[in-house]
């Protein structure tokens, strides 16, 4: 059995002239935090749905827990769970209805009120999505993931919008999963999150991987701080090595 | 299978978010109700329907009023001479008597023989005022009035409105909804989950399906119980044909929901679909009325095939085999789109 939990070769994905995903190769270590970081349209949504056999690449060799799309479909579907950068949950549910919804998709699993306990929605129980806040619909649509009790968690930035209270809650939803062995590939705009977070990143830009490594690696690498008395940032990386396209955007 | 299984749980969404739109309910259950009392008021039975006749007022007229006044079939208005055309064509008054200027002279008739109350009407005031000059009727027959069950507008027009009906939640009800989770990128989340994708789409149907009892059991027994509709069929050969047609427009809806991903996109693509059936499917009038050329087409259309089916059996008394080629039909725009939908069907 591979090591890894996913390992994707070379991969790449076009729209026409636009290549969103230009030859981009990455390995997810079992148990790791791996963060998929870059500015807007630099393909990460793109990548992390080729890794969740939503889209085909183009070219390129995807491996996800050992396992391969378009053979091994219906078992990784079972250890996969997903958390989409857009969905909106269905709003006239209540939230007790969802969680059982996606539960009953899963062979295995966590029952409804674990679920409930994880992501500290059980107050929230009988009310309608509609009514819940941002970060509750958030921490709900994790709780959707969690479901299946997945291998591999992929989250397209779960914490989009959120306030720093909701942040966090989320970041101990995630080290409770990792605590029991999960895997997470997540993406984020937030570095500090990053920072917290990630045991690896890989910041991504024009399709493909322009530096990966522990974000302490990439700090000491890249990071040279702009003032000499704060210490380097994952941040500081980032504006290095992807400042060019800000200002072109 | 328990109460986790997919199935069930897609079924039961469904469901849910149906009953909690009270939108939805009102289109489904209240409006039928609302538009067959308002039609029903708006033309009672022939018989009952009183021949308008509008009366210009001269000295002369006051003759034609007495001789007309006797008559229970017959309602006079009075109007200016100048107001004549307008009531005419509005339809306040069937016909315009002119009395004649000195006593014994024949009156004038003014009406629209295109139209049909207009002919009755002429031949009304044409009886009562020649009876009042002093014709004698050779012999008098002897009429036997009878009510033949089934027989008024009303008792027509409510499986029109239940086939209407059953289009429109259908289509509405499945296209909406599913176009609605993918304008969500709700179908995306799914499709990413081991979900079966045809369960997915049997859900919907099934959902469907449940709310069919008591979307037809609305207006037949408001028809029945209140405003005395005969039913002659049995109630299963009627739940069958209900059964049928909400399958082909459920395929329907699947089939209009199989691509769109704007509210806007399914919500013309859905009209587009429905407006013709709603004018040429004999919901309201008879197909009778289209010309002959037309026929093939109208007859081929499911709202048509439904309409004419319900109507043979709560109406005649039909058995399922004398409608088998309405039946037939039906079960065609039953499997094709179906089929066709789930060839089109986009999950993202
Ligand atoms: N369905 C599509 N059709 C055409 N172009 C697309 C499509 N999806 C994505 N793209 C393009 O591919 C590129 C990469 O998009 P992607 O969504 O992967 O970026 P991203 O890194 O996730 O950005 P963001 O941080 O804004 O979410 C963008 O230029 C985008 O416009
Ligand atoms: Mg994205």
Redesign the pocket.
């Known amino acids: 059995m591979s090591t890894s939990a996913v390992r994707c070769e070379r991969l790449t994905?076009r729209?026409?002239d636009?290549t969103?995903?230009d030859g981009l190769s990455l390995t997810v270590r079992r148990g790791e935090c791996f963060g998929?970081l870059?500015?807007?349209?630099?393909?990460?949504?793109?990548?992390?749905?080729i890794l969740e056999g939503l889209l085909t690449p183009d070219e390129g060799d995807v491996e996800v827990l050992g396992l391969r799309w378009g053979r091994d479909d219906d078992a990784l579907r079972q250890r996969l769970g997903i958390q989409l950068?857009e969905t909106r949950l269905a709003e006239k549910l209540s939230v007790e209805e969802t969680l059982r919804l996606f539960r009953s998709f899963y062979r295995r699993g966590r029952t409804i009120d674990e679920l409930l306990g994880i992501v500290e929605l059980e107050a929230k129980r009988h009310s309608w999505v509609g009514k819940l806040s941002g970060g509750q619909r958030q921490r709900l649509a994790i709780a959707c993931a969690l479901a299946g009790a997945p291998d591999l968690l992929f989250l397209?930035?779960p914490t989009t919008g959120l306030d720093p209270q909701s942040r966090r809650q989320l970041w101990g939803v995630l080290e409770r999963f990792r605590a029991d062995g999960g895997t997470v590939v997540l993406?984020t705009?937030y570095m500090d999150e990053a920072e917290v977070l990630c045991d690896r990143v890989a910041v991504?830009d024009c399709?493909h991987v322009i530096a990966q490594g522990s974000p302490q690696e990439l700090i000491a690498q890249f990071g040279t701080p702009k003032v000499v008395t704060h210490h380097g940032t994952l941040e500081d990386v980032f504006m290095a090595l992807t400042g060019r396209h800000l200002r072109d955007d | 299978m328990t109460t986790d299984h997919p199935l069930i749980q897609l079924t039961l969404a469904r469901l849910r978010e149906f009953i909690r739109e009270p939108e939805a309910l009102f289109w489904t259950f209240i409006f039928p109700i609302v538009i067959s009392v308002t039609l029903a008021a708006a033309f009672p039975g022939e018989s009952s329907r009183p021949v308008r006749v509008g009366l210009v007022d001269s000295a002369a007229a006051e003759a034609v009023r007495s001789a007309l006044a006797g008559d229970d079939g017959i309602t006079i208005v009075e109007i200016a001479p100048d107001e004549e055309l307008g009531a005419l064509r509005e339809g306040d008054v069937h016909i315009v008597v002119v009395a004649g200027e000195a006593p014994g002279d024949p009156p004038t008739y003014r009406f629209d023989p295109a139209r049909d109350e207009s002919r009755l009407a002429r031949l009304a005031v044409d009886a009562a005022l020649k009876r009042a000059a002093g014709r004698a009727d050779p012999w008098q027959a002897r009429e036997e009035p009878l009510v033949v069950p089934g027989s008024r507008y009303i008792d027509w027009l409510i499986p029109g409105i239940l086939g209407m009906n059953i289009m429109s939640t259908g289509m509405w009800g499945v296209g909406f909804s599913i176009a609605q989770a993918r304008l969500r990128k709700l179908l995306k989340l799914l499709a990413a989950s081991p979900m079966r994708k045809s369960q997915y789409l049997l859900a919907q149907m099934m959902a469907r399906l449940m709310f069919l009892l008591p979307e037809a059991a609305v207006p037949l027994g408001f028809g029945a119980l209140v405003l005395g509709m005969p039913i002659a069929g049995s109630l299963g050969s009627i739940a069958a044909v209900c059964l049928i047609g909400a399958l082909a427009f459920t395929a329907l809806g699947l089939l209009t929901a199989s691509r769109a991903s704007t509210i806007e996109a399914i919500s013309g693509i859905l009209n587009l679909a429905m407006l013709p059936m709603w004018v040429l499917s004999g919901v309201f009038f008879s197909t009778a009325n289209f010309p002959e050329v037309a026929q093939p087409f109208i007859q081929a259309l499911p709202l048509t095939a439904l309409n004419d089916a319900l109507r043979a059996v709560i109406l005649e008394g039909a058995k399922l085999s004398d409608i088998k080629g309405e039946l037939g039909i039906l079960g065609v725009w039953a499997v094709v789109p179906f089929g066709v939908a789930l060839q089109l069907f986009r999950w993202r």
């Open positions: 994905k729209y026409g636009l969103a995903v998929l870059g500015p807007n349209g630099a393909g990460k949504t793109t990548t992390i749905e950068q397209d930035e993406t705009h991504v399709g």
